[in-house]
């Protein structure tokens, strides 16, 4: 009897366990990309070229930072994906 009431209360638990693990890295990189200094702040601080303080490249990606279309634009390493700065896109994404 309490064998057969373990097992299911265990794989739930183990689901919210794990589903609030999840959130809460996520939660945790969202937090890190809000707080990215802008643009402006960034070049001013890593130089001419703003290569990446971890790896030393200067190519970069791009994303939004609440999915593609969102106007606050996060900028990653291309290489190492360290996450560089954030800038928020005049237009609005209609229009482009
Ligand atoms: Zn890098």
Redesign the pocket.
């Known amino acids: 009897m309490a064998l057969e009431m373990a097992v299911p209360i265990i794989f739930i638990l183990t689901l919210f366990i794990t589903a609030f693990i999840v959130l809460t890295r996520h939660q945790a990189h969202m937090r890190a990309q809000r707080k990215l200094p802008d643009r402006t702040d960034y070049f001013a601080q890593a130089g001419e070229g703003g290569a ?1 303080r ?4 200067t190519d970069t990606a791009e994303h939004g930072l609440d999915g593609g279309s969102d106007d606050v634009r996060i900028v990653t ?1 291309a ?4 996450l560089l700065y954030q800038f928020r896109r005049e237009m609005p994404s209609e229009s482009v």
């Open positions: 990446c971890a790896c030393g490249s390493c290489n190492c994906r360290a």
